[in-house]
T-cell receptor, first 121, second 117 residues
Framework: DTAVSQTPKYLVTQMGNDKSIKCEQN?????MYWYKQDSKKFLKIMFS???????INETVPNRFSPKSPDKAHLNLHINSLELGDSAVYFC????????????????????FGAGTRLSVL | AQKITQTQPGMFVQEKEAVTLDCTYD???????LFWYKQPSSGEMIFLIY??????QNATEGRYSLNFQKARKSANLVISASQLGDSAMYFC??????????????FGQGTILTVHP
């Protein structure tokens, strides 16, 4: 069984279209993330949800809207697609999200999905 | 300033030899975690190894070990007995546990490792 699964794996679409990428994790994790990997392979956080609550929103255009119907799912909807949105989008999950006061944190490893390669023509 | 720096865009190693991939980091957080991920040509991101800032010993996972030098702020990945299947892109990443980081990972630029037979 795949721990973090994303669909679709490939997405080819025209500029201006709206598309969604789905992510599901069966690890029982509390926290889920979306990362974007650009053409130079650089990975950057976009969003994070902890128990369905948005906790990270990293200066992403508001054409991108994450939605978490429950803690096992985090979907990414993109409106009015632009050429620059072409990238690989990774979903990830981790057991917890602990922030605020310094704590000795357990490993809290983030496990990634296989990625969705989005091509905007 | 770059929080995670991988200075080697590409590395070559002979099969069965050991190789070290460099990673330096920058943080003022006393509590943080350092991670290495492997991205083969198929594209998935595979977790390899973790080192916590408070861990006294260097992490090891099978053929992977992390050479953690806290004072120098370096977290180099050592792969022993390289195999052809180790050819991939390798990413170093850091999670800062305080402030407003909220658990996100900050990644380095990556190093492409090629293992020659």
């Amino acid at each position: 069984d795949t721990a973090v699964s994303q669909t679709p794996k490939y997405l080819v679409t025209q500029m201006g279209n709206d598309k969604s990428i789905k992510c599901e994790q069966n690890l029982g994790h509390d926290t889920m993330y979306w990362y974007k990997q650009d053409s130079k392979k650089f990975l950057k956080i976009m969003f994070s949800y902890n128990n369905k609550e948005l906790i990270i929103n990293e200066t992403v255009p508001n054409r991108f809207s994450p939605k978490s119907p429950d803690k096992a799912h985090l979907n990414l909807h993109i409106n009015s697609l632009e050429l620059g949105d072409s990238a690989v989008y990774f979903c990830a999950s981790s057991p917890h999200n602990l922030w605020g006061a310094y704590q000795v944190i357990a490993k809290n490893i983030q496990y990634f999905g296989a990625g969705t390669r989005l091509s905007v023509l | 300033a770059q929080k995670i720096t991988q200075t080697q865009p590409g590395m070559f190693v002979q099969e069965k030899e050991a190789v070290t991939l460099d990673c330096t980091y920058d943080t003022s957080d006393p509590s943080y975690g350092l991670f290495w991920y492997k991205q083969p040509s198929s594209g998935e991101m595979i977790f390899l190894i973790y080192q916590g800032s408070y861990d006294q010993q260097n992490a090891t996972e099978g053929r992977y070990s992390l050479n953690f030098q806290k004072a120098r702020k370096s977290a180099n990945l050592v792969i022993s007995a390289s195999q052809l299947g180790d050819s991939a892109m390798y990413f170093c990443a850091m999670r800062e546990d305080g402030g407003t980081s909220y658990g996100k990972l900050t990644f380095g630029q990556g190093t492409i490792l090629t293992v020659h037979p």
